[in-house]
């Protein structure tokens, strides 16, 4: 093989390298085995305020949390159902607006009232694992979710 056809079988191989690296899929910065903020139904676990105060519902699975990909929510807080909308930019900012929620009176110890105060306190999230975590405003504590199996 003469130096030129070496030349030119290198320049070759460089430019397909070339062509499959613009080509190839880039890589994801996440697991996509991991639930995502939406298309996710979260149960509520638990609130941890700032002050150490623990709150979990005995009865987890009536209290539910859906970040639909229009904007939308559905939130089921015990007895009550309802929903509103959300905002969340890059910065894993995240409001929940004003909801609309039944008026049902639940049974005595529902903490219904306490995770609607909590949601209408929610200033940014993150994900972590299987689980959802969101932060309330001024560094008042977190509420935790895991996502629910479909």
């Known amino acids: ?7 030119h079988g290198f320049a070759a191989a460089l430019a397909l390298t070339a062509l499959a690296a613009c080509t190839a899929p880039a890589p994801m910065p996440w697991d996509e085995r991991k639930p995502a903020l ?5 149960r509520w676990n638990e609130t941890l305020t700032s ?3 623990r709150i979990r519902p005995a009865a ?4 539910s949390l859906e970040f639909l990909p229009d904007g939308a929510t559905r939130v089921r807080a015990d007895c009550n159902t309802g929903g509103g909308r959300y905002e969340m930019s890059a910065d894993r900012k995240l ?3 004003r909801m609309a929620v039944t008026q049902a009176a ?18 940014g999230y993150r994900l972590d694992g299987e689980h959802l975590v969101l932060l309330l405003a001024y560094d008042r504590g977190t509420m935790r979710f895991v996502a629910l199996k479909r």
Not at 1 to 7: D, E, I, L
Not at 60 to 63: A, H, S
């Open 60 to 63: 987890p699975e009536r209290y």
């Open 38 to 42: 939406t298309g996710t139904v979260w």
């Open 106 to 123: 639940c049974l005595q110890g529902s903490l219904g009232d306490a995770y609607l105060a909590g949601l209408a306190d929610v200033s």
């Open 1 to 7: 093989m003469n130096r030129r056809a070496a030349v």
């Open 95 to 97: 409001t929940l607006g």
């Open 51 to 53: 002050e150490g105060t």
